[in-house]
C-alpha cells in the first residue's frame, strides 16, 4: 500500500500570512501519463471534505486562487496565501494512483 | 447541482448487517465511478471501496474485504453498500463519493 506521510503546522498561524502543508508518498504518483495522481482536501469542523486541488496543481471548480499545490513524484505541497478564517480546519492529501486509495493522516490549521 | 445524499445509518450489534444507500442528482450516474469512504469519530478519512461505472468491477482494502460490498443500480441513480459481519471498528460516518464530491456522510455506530 502506498503511504501518504503529512507534516504539521506551526499553529496557530496568523491571519494574513502564508502556510504550507507537506505530503510525502512511499511510491511516485507520477504517471507515465505525465499526471500525478495526487488530491487535496480541507475538511472544515463539522462538515464532509472539500475538494480543493487535483492532478496534483489543478484548482477544483469554485477554490479560491489563494490555494495551490506543487511537487515531485514523491514530496508534495498545498499552500495557502494569506490564511482566512475561513481556511480552518484539517486538510488531507490523498493518492489515487492505485488501490487501495489512501490518506495522509491530516493536518490541522487554526488561525490567530 | 450535483447532490449526494447518504441514508441507512444507525446502530447496530456486533456481527450484524447494515445497508447504506446514495442517492445522486444533478448528474449522469451511469457516467461514473462511484466510491464509499468512513471516518470513525475523532479520526481521519479511510477508502472503503469503489465501483466501475458499470458495476462490472468493484475494490476493497483488506480491513473489509469479504464483509462489505458496493453495487449499483444506474436505473434509479443509486449506490449501494452492503456492510456485514460489523465490528465495533467500523463505527464512522460513510460517505459517498464521486470525483471529489462528497455526500454530507451518514453515521454507523457498532456497539452492543
Known amino acids: 500500500d502506498i503511504v501518504m506521510t503529512q507534516g504539521a503546522l506551526p499553529n496557530p498561524v496568523p491571519s494574513g500570512e502564508s502556510a504550507s502543508i507537506t505530503c510525502q508518498s512511499s511510491?511516485?504518483?507520477?504517471?507515465?501519463?505525465?499526471?500525478?495522481?495526487l488530491n487535496w482536501y480541507l475538511q472544515r469542523p463539522g462538515q464532509s471534505p472539500q475538494l480543493l486541488i487535483y492532478?496534483?496543481?489543478t484548482r477544483a471548480s469554485g477554490v479560491s486562487d489563494r490555494f495551490s499545490g506543487s511537487g515531485s513524484g514523491t514530496d508534495f505541497t498545498l499552500k495557502i496565501s494569506s490564511v482566512e478564517a475561513e481556511d480552518v480546519g484539517v486538510y488531507y492529501c490523498?493518492?489515487?494512483?492505485?488501490?487501495?486509495?489512501?490518506f495522509g493522516s491530516g493536518t490541522k490549521l487554526e488561525i490567530k | 447541482e450535483v447532490q449526494l445524499v447518504e441514508t441507512g445509518g444507525g446502530l447496530v450489534q456486533p456481527g450484524r448487517s447494515l445497508k447504506l444507500s446514495c442517492v445522486a442528482s444533478g448528474f449522469t450516474f451511469n457516467n461514473y465511478w462511484m466510491s464509499w469512504t468512513r471516518q470513525a469519530p475523532g479520526k481521519g478519512l479511510e477508502w472503503v471501496a469503489s465501483?466501475?461505472?458499470?458495476?462490472?468491477?468493484?475494490y476493497y482494502p483488506d480491513s473489509v474485504k469479504g464483509r462489505f460490498t458496493i453495487s449499483r443500480d444506474n436505473a434509479q441513480n443509486t449506490l449501494y453498500l452492503q456492510m456485514n459481519s460489523l465490528r465495533s471498528e467500523d463505527t464512522a460516518t460513510y460517505y459517498c463519493?464521486?470525483?471529489?464530491?462528497w455526500g454530507q456522510g451518514v453515521m454507523v455506530t457498532v456497539s452492543s
Open positions: 492532478w496534483m496543481s
Open positions: 490523498q493518492q489515487f494512483l492505485e488501490y487501495p486509495l489512501t
Open positions: 465501483i466501475t461505472n458499470s458495476g462490472g468491477s468493484t
Open positions: 511510491k511516485s504518483l507520477l504517471h507515465s501519463n505525465g499526471k500525478t495522481y
Open positions: 463519493t464521486r470525483d471529489g464530491v
